[in-house]
């Protein structure tokens, strides 16, 4: 147990409205990333932080802005949801102790309908 | 252009027979390589690494091996359980805490 939590672990929304994931974390680990899982694309990063108010883009962070503005959570918005941002989303934290492995989250299944 | 290619999209195997899972990857900078195995409606569970100095490491029925000539690894299960039926993602680091790169995932069954 990475003693990750994310919420809402699943959520269906309309196409253009606003939505939020969050990752919550117990550890106190500065590096934490978002991830999305499709079919035939295996993991790609959306975007990761490695510090309060420090974040960077991943492989496909365009249509979504993150934010942390605590250690332990880490923000992941889609600003106007379309159907092709129907995935789901998994939460990680690099854990320092050991030799920097990344541990997942259990995942938020988005539908974007 | 995809950095780390598992080009075996699933996998068949019987129970007690060997697993052989197949990694390639292009940027020969990478020094850390790890395999996470995924079970539906779960996140991925970190299962073995490897360092970039080493060319094989082993826990348990799970070994990872590195031929860093040919930017290949491969991971072997033995011998393979049904539980084992999952899928498999091969992923890759630069240093540090640089975010992994992940391949697409092999999906395994194991067959009793």
Redesign the interface.
């Known amino acids: 147990d990475a003693g990750i939590t994310q919420s809402p672990r699943h959520k269906v929304t309309e196409t253009g409205t606003p939505v939020t994931l969050r990752c919550h974390q117990t550890e106190n680990h500065?590096?934490m990333?978002w991830?999305r899982q499709d079919p035939?694309?295996?993991?790609?990063?959306i975007h990761?932080s490695?510090g309060v108010k420090d974040t960077d883009k991943?492989e496909v962070s365009d249509g979504y802005s993150v934010s942390r503005s605590k250690t332990e959570d880490f923000l992941l918005t889609l600003e106007s949801a379309t159907s092709s941002q129907t995935s789901v989303y998994?939460c990680a934290i690099?854990v320092?102790s050991s030799?920097?492995?990344?541990?997942?989250?259990?995942?938020s299944w988005l539908t974007v309908v | 252009d995809q950095q780390v290619k598992q080009n075996s999209p699933s996998l068949s195997v019987q129970e007690g027979r060997i697993s052989i899972l197949n990694c390639d990857y292009t940027n020969s900078m990478f020094d850390y390589f790890l395999w996470y195995k995924k079970y539906p409606a779960e996140g991925p569970t970190f299962l073995i690494s490897i360092s970039s100095i080493k060319d094989k490491n082993e826990d348990g029925r799970f070994t990872v091996f590195l031929n860093k000539s040919a930017k290949h690894l491969s991971l072997h299960i033995v011998p393979s359980q049904p539980g084992d039926s999952a899928v498999y993602f091969c992923a890759a680091r630069l240093s540090g805490n640089t975010p992994l790169v992940f391949g697409k995932g092999t999906r395994l069954s194991v067959i009793a």
């Open positions: 500065r590096y990333y991830y035939g694309h295996g993991l790609r990063l990761y490695y991943g998994f690099s320092q030799l920097n492995t990344i541990y997942f989250g259990e995942g």
